[in-house]
């Protein structure tokens, strides 16, 4: 998210929580003298503009509206002074900011910031398929001043799928600040990532991203696209498999994931852009193919304090899937760690 949508965001969020406030309240409605010879869902239209007509002609078909106390139809004319009951429903989109008793595992927490170290399989922001039971409803849940802040204060995103360190800002100037730093790309993102074949030595992925010209549900490296780099290390490497540490330049979605993939090593488990093992013994090849997401994990976050000044660090454990696999690993065989921290990492 860049600084113009943040302040976008800012500006028509109150708005938007009116809307979703009063979404659900019963309206009792008279029909003006001057709508005689409208149709139902054209006169409700006018009088309800916060709702699309599609939208009230799908609640007439289920009954959420009504003429006088009986059955309404969307093509019905109406001649003035009829009296209209509507029962409202709340599109999931409207709705999806609502608290819930989720459990977070927080790292910090400040009056101006928090870090949280979310698990795989936890949705970071409601969409599509998903509108309850992610990090935002949670967080709504555990820190209720929040939902005066856009996208709850969330400033960055992991994929579902993918675990380690978010910040989240409690304040307005504490989001801006924060936008800030990643526009200016001083955040500092460490990922622990266990990507398919034998990466020799360090290197970087500078490669432009963009929407994939086919399949617009995925990432891809493209000429038009917007700059990305990624820089890698190897930490540790296994029959088949490579543990690396990337470190994030910028920020584009599905980054890690797609410059991986770019140069031929995707990430083990990937369901979008990953790949088989090759050449390897059928338990290691097995053990690699049946990982069941993505093998990324945000490790280290570093910023500075938005209020305070001070440069911070945050580092998470290595979650118990990824961890139980790299244990798995080691039994097939494994090349030597670069240095005695990095070891240090790879088992916390």
């Not at 007439?60 to 429903?89: D, N």
């Not at 490669?207 to 891809?220: I, L, Q």
């Amino acid at each position: 998210m860049d600084l113009e949508e943040s302040n976008r965001e800012q500006a028509n969020y109150s708005a938007k929580l009116a809307l979703v406030e009063s979404a659900e309240i019963i309206r009792e409605l008279v029909i003006p003298q001057d709508y005689a010879g409208m149709r139902l869902d054209q006169a409700l239209a006018r009088l309800l503009p916060d709702w699309s007509r599609s939208r009230l002609q799908k609640w007439i078909l289920e009954r959420r509206i009504s003429v006088e106390g009986g059955e309404a139809v969307a093509k019905q004319r109406v001649w003035g002074g009829e009296k209209i009951r509507v029962e409202p429903q709340s599109n999931p989109v409207e709705t999806h900011h609502a608290s819930e008793a989720i459990s977070l595992d927080i790292i910090h927490e400040d009056d101006t910031l928090i870090v949280i170290n979310k698990p795989p399989g936890l949705v970071v922001h409601p969409g599509s398929g998903n509108w309850q039971g992610t990090m935002l409803n949670a967080l709504l849940h555990h820190a209720p001043q929040l939902k005066e802040i856009p996208r709850a204060g969330i400033v960055h995103r992991l994929d579902k799928d993918t675990s380690g360190l978010l910040v989240v800002a409690k304040t307005l100037e504490a989001q801006t600040n924060l936008v800030r730093q990643l526009q200016k790309r001083l955040v500092k993102r460490d990922y622990l990532a266990l990507v398919l074949g034998h990466i020799a030595a360090e290197g970087s992925v500078d490669a432009p991203m963009g929407r994939h010209p086919v399949h617009r549900t995925k990432m891809a490296v493209v000429a038009s696209g917007k700059v990305a780099r990624t820089h890698y290390r190897v930490l540790e490497r296994f029959e088949g498999s490579t543990l690396l540490q990337c470190s994030l330049e910028t920020g584009r979605t599905h980054q890690i994931r797609v410059h991986m993939h770019s140069i031929g090593h995707p990430l083990a488990g990937d369901p979008m852009y990953g790949g088989k093992p090759k050449g390897i013994s059928p338990d290691a090849g097995q053990l690699l193919a049946a990982f069941p997401r993505q093998a990324l994990h945000a490790q280290r976050l570093e910023l500075t304090h938005p209020q305070q000044g001070k440069e911070m660090a945050w580092e998470a454990a290595v979650p118990e899937d990824l961890n139980s696999l790299l244990l798995m690993l080691r039994k097939y065989g494994t090349g030597h760690l670069p240095t005695r921290s990095a070891n240090k990492r790879a088992h916390e």
